[in-house]
């Protein structure tokens, strides 16, 4: 299994939903670690998603895997993936760019 790790972005994003949502999306990150060690040892750990609709149907969880490890990113309303995606592709660029 992926051990996961969640940012303090994550973190925050997890008090700030209700309980239910929170404990559900825990639950969805251990499977979903799960699931990519097991892709990953097919050899298909590059199809991996980065969006998950682990966080119900109203939230998406941004992850990465990679090292060994779930890398939880955030925990975004539906409303403001796109915008959180692009704010991330951004900062991506820039880092690059340096």
């Known amino acids: 299994m992926l051990v996961p790790a969640f940012s303090a972005v994550a973190e925050a994003a997890l008090g700030e939903v209700p309980r239910e949502v929170a404990a559900g999306t825990i639950v969805a990150v251990g499977r979903l670690g799960s699931r990519c060690l097991a892709q990953d040892q097919a050899g298909q750990g590059h199809d991996l998603p980065g969006a998950d609709g682990a966080g119900g149907i109203y939230h998406r969880l941004l992850f990465r895997a990679d090292a060994g490890r779930l890398e939880v ?8 993936l796109q915008t959180t995606l692009r704010r991330l592709r951004a900062l991506l660029r820039e880092l690059l760019q340096a």
């Open 73 to 80: 990113l955030d925990l975004v309303t539906r409303g403001n």
